[in-house]
């Protein structure tokens, strides 16, 4: 509820036709009081390069680790987040100067890590759809504990509306391609 709160007064303000959902940038060593339960889903997904050092995966690297995550929320009420790509593919010449600039962020993403905080029996809506090749299409439920990991350059993905408040932590892992 405390973070519910802070997400209402949050200054983060999106583009209200790409997304609609309420945002907030959150660390386990934050001063705000977000309890044990979430420093604990903070340190899982920020430990999640080494895992996949320890597997083989070698784009991600663990030594650069991101200090935040994204805690979003959803409102029923027709909250969306329409198709995208989490990291930005194009070249500075398509960009121009200050646009790539300002995607610095969004160039070296190479892992989306997303782990959803809703109740285990969710059934509300507010599915992660993801674009494979040829267009197929697979819908991952939003169910609490939920962990879903996609390549941050090549899985386009959107959020359809939920009937329910939506909630989820993001973590954007850079390396490179």
Not at 49 to 62: C, E, F, H, M, W
Not at 124 to 137: H, K, S, T, V
Not at 140 to 164: A, M, R, W
Request: proline share 4%; aromatic share 8%; net charge negative.
């Amino acid at each position: 509820r405390h973070l519910s709160a802070k997400m209402d007064t949050s200054n983060h303000q999106n583009d209200a036709d790409i997304r609609q959902d309420h945002i907030l940038s959150i660390r386990e060593s934050d001063t705000l009081d977000h309890g044990d339960d979430m420093t604990h889903c903070i340190k899982l997904l920020r430990g999640i390069p080494y895992i996949l050092n320890r597997l083989g995966y070698t784009n991600s690297d663990p030594s650069i680790v991101p200090r935040q995550c994204q805690l979003s929320r959803y409102l029923p009420d027709g909250s969306v987040y329409v198709r995208h790509l989490d990291r930005c593919n194009s070249t500075l010449g398509e960009m121009g100067l200050l646009g790539w600039l300002r995607a610095k962020d969004y160039r070296h993403r190479v892992v989306t890590a997303i782990l959803y905080l809703n109740s285990p029996q969710w059934d509300n809506g507010g599915e992660l759809r993801c674009f494979g090749q040829d267009e197929e299409i697979r819908d991952v439920n939003p169910s609490g504990g939920t962990l879903i990991l996609f390549d941050s350059s090549k899985v386009e993905h959107q959020v359809l509306p939920s009937s329910n408040d939506r909630y989820a932590l993001t973590c954007w892992f850079n390396g490179t391609m």
